[in-house]
């Protein structure tokens, strides 16, 4: 209807009620969402019709776009006023209402039981069927049971429920993405519009993806708040500006190489906004990568003083390397083990993503250690000589917080985790079990119920219309049957780019297909008769019956009928097929999905579709499409086992895309966990080389994995895309902590379980607490993003790190401190080491053995080497000796280097020269850390006296001198 024809009908009083008439509301109308506020029960009220009307009016038709749009809207307000010969819904009363109310519950019983259809009402106002007028009047009755009202209003199974919760608008503007102007200029921003009485909560415009692109650009400012948070933790940490920008760069810089590999090396074109997630994924992983070399580098300078800059480098190297090689592995590992959902948008991210953690730590070993190199050299000294009143401020800043978290984690977490070590495992494995328990019993991590992809978040107008209100409205729930397909002819395979959305492949033929056999069309005669028995099955049409009625109807001279024996031979079937397919185009449609032959250029019969109606309608849900495909699916192998070789190859489709999504999740997701857990288990294994650490190292990662898929289950996720990826990446991040933990605990120097534990908190508590803390920021600040990936990224960050901290830090430690092992326990010895060790009578550290005459040795074990040993040794040999009366332990190698370990604090204890015990040389004894250090001299003709330091209530009773020493 032109607007000209409409303005003139509306100054009619029937006007209104024709210009409705003339187009029926449909799904490709805008549409606006009403509910009422808490002031109001319901909307079927005249004051709630007038509030719908006003905020249409104000908010939305007084729009420019509506300057061409005189066609009034399909809503609530202008039906009641139409049906009670009203030319606006402002003109509406509560006894108009109540009319109308009446009416419909007269005639719902006609629209329920299908007897009232929208082509009932005539223009001329009579009705099109054997029912009362009232009910056709306008098609005023259907459109608001059918498309307006909610599906409780009125409903048959609710007929006393006259409380309508709900009401949809049709705006007289189809959805496109020239609704993007009106919803920025008067809807943008906004969770609701109200006016007190009634709400817009929500919209359906389709704009979704066009605003995405808007936000995508926005959000990009979270990007750079979390950038200069993270530089913040850095800065403070590693007390340089320059350092820390550095290091910025570097994770910069891995970002550009992992793409470039991406596309130029991969040669992967999709590029999905997934991969976008990467970006705050990797400012934490490489935050907490600098946060380890830079502790690392400072303990080397320590132990080495200010030696030759190459060796500091190299050492630094040799025992970070390992750390950052296993964390950045077990993360890559993780992201690369979402290759294998068939979901293309997952693979892409994992390849991505698995790609850049490892460029990151090919630069942090190389480009970091130049970088902290360079500062040292350069600007150490400026910035020590020029004395910068900053700097000042700096350093006390930084000691305020340095002093309190060191007696926290050398003194308060111990004591916390080893005195409440039963009270912590019982209580984190109860909640591991309830969690195992919400996972996957109740309330269950669900299959996604929406094959509408969400980008918004769920309170998002434009989101709540599919998310909340979709299901609530009756021309929304129309039942669609699944039809069953088997196609013979094309084989089951897709030979496209699995990582690329836009190649669909090539069709492959199977060339031993052929129906012209007289067996061939014996057998897909028989199963037409067959499917008709079978309880899915509803009646439906089947080409080869109604060929074989074609054939068999009467005639004198035509060659394709009066044939009433079966099956044919393949000459008179080959050329017949052909007629009946030309006679029934005439009268049917034929499309894609339509059954029947399909023919090349040189109409040669190559396929074969088979369409039947079954019983199955349409759903989201994960259990009905799966049922369907399991009866079928199981019945249509059966069926294809008997037929004969040129029919073997058929397969059996339907309407599953959205089902072959949710099932591409469910395997993948499980694959991907296991191949995760799996590699962070041999990592774990190779790197402690302790199978007890390792088994507690795994029930400590699924614990936090479980709580985690917990707590996002109880919020409401379901198993989509992003909640896919999280839960594998979850086990690249949960190990982290625990691998710190673990290999701290088997080099700690002493052979109890609760030093051990009280040594591995207090040397790697603030590391992976930093680390931590700037994970769970960046998470947070993710938060006000109005995009569902980056609101969620945010949330699993915050919930992961939390989970990872609190397992690794209070229930592995306590499951140490109760079953740890003890000394070489659960020891997994190397094969080098074990053969020398039994050459040990021809071994120099035998021979050592030998000459110490006031040692008696009662133990061995070999040590690796690793960050967490003093820095200053390679260690070969541990020996438990008693000089004197003193209880201690010296480790010592082939190069006459030893380490003595003792019980004393952090305190500094000078240099001085130690006995040397017959040939053994030892000099420049300290202590470093927890950990005595010497360095060896040429030994001396004459034994000197030890030079004790400066008395102190600190320093251990092994450096007494002693009577007889």
């Not at 359906?204 to 400012?221: G, M, T």
């Not at 990467?278 to 080397?300: K, S």
Request: proline content about 4%; charged content about 15%.
């Amino acid at each position: 209807m032109s607007t000209q024809v409409c303005e003139n009908l509306l100054l009619d009083p029937q006007g209104l009620g024709q210009c409705l008439t003339y187009v029926h509301p449909g799904k490709h109308q805008s549409r606006l969402v009403f509910a009422p506020t808490t002031k109001v029960q319901s909307l079927f009220t005249a004051a709630a019709l007038h509030s719908m009307c006003e905020l249409e009016s104000t908010k939305i038709r007084s729009h420019s776009l509506f300057n061409y749009y005189s066609q009034p809207s399909w809503s609530l307000g202008n039906y009641i006023a139409a049906i009670n010969n009203k030319t606006s819904c402002l003109q509406v009363t509560e006894e108009d209402v109540n009319n109308v109310l009446t009416i419909l519950k007269v005639c719902r019983g006609f629209y329920y039981n299908r007897t009232l259809s929208p082509t009932c009402w005539k223009m001329d106002g009579y009705s099109n069927c054997l029912i009362p007028d009232m009910c056709t009047k306008y098609n005023g009755v259907y459109n608001v049971l059918h498309y307006m009202a909610d599906v409780d209003f009125l409903s048959s199974e609710q007929p006393e429920n006259e409380q309508l919760r709900a009401a949809i608008t049709f705006l007289p503007i189809s959805v496109g993405s020239h609704m993007k102007t009106l919803y920025e200029d008067r809807l943008s921003g906004s969770k609701v519009i109200s006016d007190g009485i009634t709400q817009i909560t929500a919209v359906y415009f389709d704009i979704k993806w066009d605003l995405f692109q808007d936000y995508l650009k926005s959000d990009a400012i979270l990007a750079v708040i979390i950038s200069f948070v993270i530089v913040l933790f850095m800065w403070i940490y590693t007390s340089s500006l320059f350092i820390t920008l550095m290091t910025l760069l570097s994770i910069v810089f891995a970002l550009l190489l992992a793409y470039y590999i991406y596309i130029v090396v991969f040669q992967i074109s999709f590029f999905p906004f997934m991969n976008f997630c990467v970006v705050i994924l990797l400012l934490g992983i490489g935050a907490d990568d600098a946060f380890v070399f830079c502790d690392i580098w400072r303990q080397t300078k320590h132990a080495r003083g200010q030696g030759e800059r190459q060796a500091i480098v190299a050492e630094s190297l040799k025992h970070g390397g390992l750390t950052m090689f296993v964390t950045s592995f077990t993360t890559a590992a993780a992201c690369y083990s979402n290759i294998v959902s068939p979901i293309t948008a997952v693979g892409c991210f994992s390849i991505y993503a698995g790609t850049s953690v490892l460029c990151n730590f090919i630069l942090t070993v190389t480009w970091l250690p130049a970088v902290i190199s360079f500062h040292d050299k350069y600007f150490l000294h400026l910035c020590c000589h020029e004395k910068k009143k900053y700097t000042k401020y700096f350093n006390k800043f930084q000691y305020f917080f340095s002093e309190p978290s060191r007696i926290f984690f050398d003194k308060l977490l111990p004591c916390i985790v080893i005195k409440l070590r039963f009270l912590w495992v019982v209580l984190l494995t109860g909640l591991a079990i309830g969690a195992f328990v919400v996972v996957y019993f109740v309330p269950q991590l669900r299959f996604p119920t929406s094959n509408d992809f969400q980008v918004f978040t769920s309170s998002h107008l434009l989101e709540r219309y599919t998310l909340e209100y979709k299901q609530q409205f009756r021309f929304e729930k129309a039942e669609y049957k699944m039809p069953i397909v088997v196609i013979f002819g094309v084989k089951a395979t897709d030979n496209g780019d699995y990582l690329n959305p836009s190649d669909k492949g090539s069709l492959e033929l199977d060339s031993t297909f052929s129906i012209s056999e007289p067996e061939a069309q014996q057998w897909l005669f028989d199963f037409c008769q067959d499917i008709k028995n079978q309880t899915f099955y509803k009646h439906s049409y089947c080409l080869f019956e109604e060929f074989r009625h074609f054939m068999s109807s009467p005639c004198s001279q035509d060659l394709c009928c009066g044939h009433t024996e079966f099956p044919y031979t393949a000459e008179l079937f080959d050329q017949c097929i052909k007629v009946y397919i030309h006679e029934i185009s005439k009268s049917f449609y034929f499309d894609s999905w339509s059954t029947g032959l399909r023919f090349d250029i040189n109409n040669i019969s190559k396929a074969l579709l088979l369409q039947f109606n079954s019983i199955y309608s349409y759903s989201n849900a994960h259990k009905p499409m799966d049922d369907m495909w399991s009866v079928v699916n199981s019945w249509v192998d059966v069926k294809l086992k008997t037929a004969p070789k040129a029919l073997q190859s058929g397969w059996f489709v339907s309407h599953f895309d959205f089902y072959d999504v949710q099932e591409g999740l469910a395997s993948g997701t499980m694959i991907a966990l296991l191949l995760s857990v799996g590699i962070a288990f041999i990592v774990m294994l190779l790197t402690t080389r302790n199978l007890i650490i390792s088994i507690f190292a795994m029930l400590t990662i699924l614990s936090s994995i479980l709580v985690t898929v917990a707590s996002l289950v109880l919020m409401g996720w379901e198993l989509n895309i992003l909640e896919s990826i999280t839960i594998s990446v979850a086990v690249g991040l949960s190990i982290d902590f625990t691998v710190h933990y673990g290999v701290a605990y088997t080099v700690g120097p002493d052979e109890d379980r609760e030093s051990r534990v009280v040594y591995s908190l207090s040397r790697m508590g603030s590391a992976i607490m930093m680390a931590a803390v700037t994970t769970f920021a960046a998470g947070a600040l993710m938060m006000p993003s109005t995009l569902l990936a980056y609101t969620q990224l945010g949330t699993f960050l915050m919930l992961v790190m939390s989970f990872s901290w609190l397992y690794s830090t209070f229930y592995f430690q306590s499951l140490c401190r109760i079953l740890g092992p003890q000394g070489n326990c659960g020891k997994i010895p190397v094969p080098w080491r074990l053969c020398r060790h039994s050459n040990c009578k021809s071994n120099s550290c035998c021979k050592r053995d030998q000459t110490l005459n006031a040692i008696n040795s009662t133990s061995s074990s070999p040590l690796e080497s690793h960050e967490l040993q003093p820095l200053t040794t390679d260690n070969t040999l541990m020996e438990s000796a008693t000089v004197s009366q003193s209880k201690f332990t010296m480790v010592a190698d082939d190069n006459n280097q030893a380490v003595i370990h003792g019980n004393g604090g952090s305190h500094l204890v000078q240099q001085f020269n130690f006995i040397q015990p017959n040939n053994l040389s030892f000099s420049e004894v300290f202590l470093q850390e927890n950990t005595y250090v010497t360095r060896s001299v040429p030994a001396s003709s004459k034994t000197p006296e030890p030079v004790l330091p400066n008395s102190s209530p600190d320093v251990p009773d092994i450096w007494i001198k002693r009577k007889g020493l």
